[in-house]
């Protein structure tokens, strides 16, 4: 079946640095979103994209569909604390297909 | 507008009791999932229902049941509570897997603990 790696599984930042999360799909995707989970909270919806080499930015965010259509990634430029939390990618295939998310990844930010 | 409520948010079991977790949704959402959240292992999906009498399987289904009499409810049942069982558990609901409308709302969580 459908696989979504994400690496890393955890990050450790001081604020001001650069912060970038990877997902990578073992089958080829027809779109994928990015959602974000706050300690002891829920994911929350962020972003979907759907275009093969697709690039889309939220403010200090940037989100990157790959050409081939089965990996992408998270940029969050010079982070600050409250970035923390739980970056998600889901990953939905061809077809009718649900969501596969991935493994998560940690980010801790440090003042 | 509440969006996803889920019900009870803690929970504390022992092993082979029964419970039933509830979701609840007012945004006339056709699709509803439940996933469990595990450290390490991102949100895996144990049921979904595509409509209302329509149920099935996700990745993660055994020791589960699930019933969608109503279109704004989806119930989670555990029979015999075990201690794999103890996890974090979110409903989520949207209009249907089609881009565009297949983006999720998730409820607060409920967690769950199996003694």
């Keep these: 079946g459908q696989q979504v790696m994400q690496i890393p599984q955890y990050q ?11 997902c990578n799909s073992s089958t080829t995707l027809s779109n994928i979103q990015w959602y974000k989970q706050r300690p002891g909270g829920h994911p929350v919806f962020l972003i979907q994209l759907v275009k093969s080499g697709e690039v889309k ?13 089965k990996n992408s990634s998270l940029h969050i430029t010079a982070t600050q604390t409250t970035d923390v939390g739980t970056y998600f990618c889901a990953g939905r295939g061809t077809g009718f297909q649900k969501l596969v998310f991935g493994t998560g990844t940690r980010l801790l930010v440090s003042p | 507008n509440a969006g996803v409520t889920q019900t009870p948010k803690f929970r504390v079991l022992k092993t082979g009791q029964s419970m039933t977790l509830l979701c609840a949704q007012d945004m006339n959402h056709e699709y ?13 999906l144990i049921h979904y229902s595509v409509g209302e009498g329509t149920t099935a399987k996700g990745e993660v289904p055994d020791g589960y049941n699930v019933s969608r009499l109503k279109k704004q409810n ?42």
């Design chain 2, 32 to 44: 509803m999932y439940w996933y469990r959240q595990d450290p390490g292992m991102g949100l895996r």
């Design chain 2, 74 to 115: 989806f119930l989670l049942g555990l029979e015999s509570a075990a201690p794999s069982q103890t996890s974090v558990y979110f409903c989520a609901s949207n209009w249907g897997h089609l881009s565009g409308a297949n983006v999720l709302t998730f409820g607060a969580g409920s967690r769950l603990t199996v003694l």
């Design chain 1, 12 to 22: 450790h930042v001081q604020e001001g640095e650069d912060f970038t999360t990877y």
């Design chain 1, 57 to 69: 930015k939220q403010k200090r965010l940037t989100f990157q569909f790959g050409e081939a259509k």
